[in-house]
C-alpha cells in the first residue's frame, strides 16, 4: 500500500534563516505564491534563534552556509518540525556541519522559483517518514524492555496457581483483556504489585 504523501502546504508557517539576498527574495516570494506564510530571520540580524520558534512555525529553511550559532539545538536529526538547507558553499566541512543538523530536503544556491516546491514537498514527507520511523523503533525497544516483564508475571502466575507457563501466560493475557492492557502493560502492573509496586525491584529480585 503507498504511503499518504502531502501535496497541499497552503497556510504552513515558514521561517527563512538567511542574509536579505535575491536568494531569500526568491524564497519568499515563491512560497507565498504557494500559499505559506514566511517569517523572514537574518542570522546577523540579532533576531530570536529558529530553535526557539519551533512552537510557532511549521518548516524551517536556513542558510547552510551561516549556521554556526543560528541552529543551537538543532542537531542529529532531533529537530521537531521539517528542515530544509540552503547550500551555497560544498566544501567538507560545511557539507558536515549541514548533515549533521539533519534537513530533510536540500536547495542549491543560486535559488530560482522552479524546484523549491520539489524541496518542499520532501522535507515535509521525509520527515513525517522519520517521524513514524522512530516511533515504530520507539515501540519495539518498550516492548522488547517489556519481555522481562512478561516472563517474570508468567513465572510468578505459574508459581503463585501451581500451573505449567502456558497457562499462566493464558492467564496473564485474559487478565489484560479484561482491563485493556497491553499483555506487556500487564505483565509490569502485576509484577510491580507483586514487589511492593516498584518494577525496577522486581526485576533485580
Known sequence: ????????FRDMRVAILHAPDSNRQILAETLA????????LDPQGGEPRACNLVDSIDILFFDADAIED?????????????????????????????????????????LRPTGIYT????????FRRRQKLVARLADVEARHGARR???????TLAEHHNVDDEEAFRML?????????????????????????????????
Open 70 to 110: 543560528n541552529l543551537a539545538g538543532y542537531g542529529g536529526g532531533t529537530a521537531s518540525i521539517p528542515l530544509v538547507a540552503v547550500l551555497g558553499l560544498e566544501t567538507p566541512s560545511r557539507l558536515q556541519r549541514t548533515f549533521e543538523v539533519g534537513p530533510s530536503a536540500l536547495l542549491h544556491k543560486p
Open 33 to 40: 505564491k504557494l500559499g505559506l506564510r514566511a517569517t523572514l
Open 173 to 205: 493475557r485474559v487478565q489484560s483483556m479484561k482491563q485493556r492492557l497491553t499483555v506487556e502493560e500487564m505483565a509490569v502492573r502485576l509484577v510491580a504489585s507483586r514487589y511492593g509496586g516498584s518494577a525496577r525491584n522486581a526485576l533485580r529480585a
Open 149 to 155: 516483564f512478561v516472563v517474570k508475571a508468567v513465572l
Open 1 to 8: 500500500m503507498n504511503e499518504q504523501v502531502f501535496q497541499n
Open 119 to 126: 524541496a518542499l514537498f520532501f522535507a515535509v514527507n521525509e
